[in-house]
Nanobody, 125 residues
Framework: QVQLVESGGGLVQAGSSLRLSCTAS????????MAWFRQAPGKEREFVAA????????NYADSAKGRFTISRENGKNTVYLQMNNLKFEDTAVYYC??????????????????WGQGTQVTVSS
């Protein structure tokens, strides 16, 4: 497993932008597909976006398409989530996840075996 630390969350107004970062420990980070999930109060944790180890393949939830961009810098062991035009319904704790046992750029929680502690994103309307 890999240790993951998220940062970049905060309180913003609707229509604003935020960039989340997730920094990983371990040299093998470059070979792991990575993903972002989120969990709003009283709701299940849901998929947001995922990226292959090369960065060449991405996968987005419908709610994220056109507004969010996932990217990575393997030299910095970091994956990013650029969030534009934020909406009130984007309010949630955002979690970074790593898939250290496969290559799938998956949208389900079972495909990821390492998780960060989360960073809070609050969007005021």
């Amino acid at each position: 497993q890999v240790q993951l630390v998220e940062s970049g969350g905060g309180l913003v107004q609707a229509g604003s932008s935020l960039r989340l970062s997730c920094t990983a420990s371990g040299r093998a980070f470059s070979y792991y597909p990575m993903a972002w999930f989120r969990q709003a109060p009283g709701k299940e944790r849901e998929f947001v976006a995922a990226i292959s180890w090369t960065g060449g393949v991405t996968n987005y939830a419908d709610s994220a398409k056109g507004r969010f961009t996932i990217s990575r810098e393997n030299g910095k062991n970091t994956v990013y989530l650029q969030m534009n035009n934020l909406k009130f319904e984007d309010t949630a704790v955002y979690y970074c996840a790593a898939n250290s046992f496969g290559s799938a750029v998956a949208d389900n929680r079972a495909s990821y075996d390492s998780w960060g502690q989360g960073t809070q994103v609050t969007v005021s309307s």
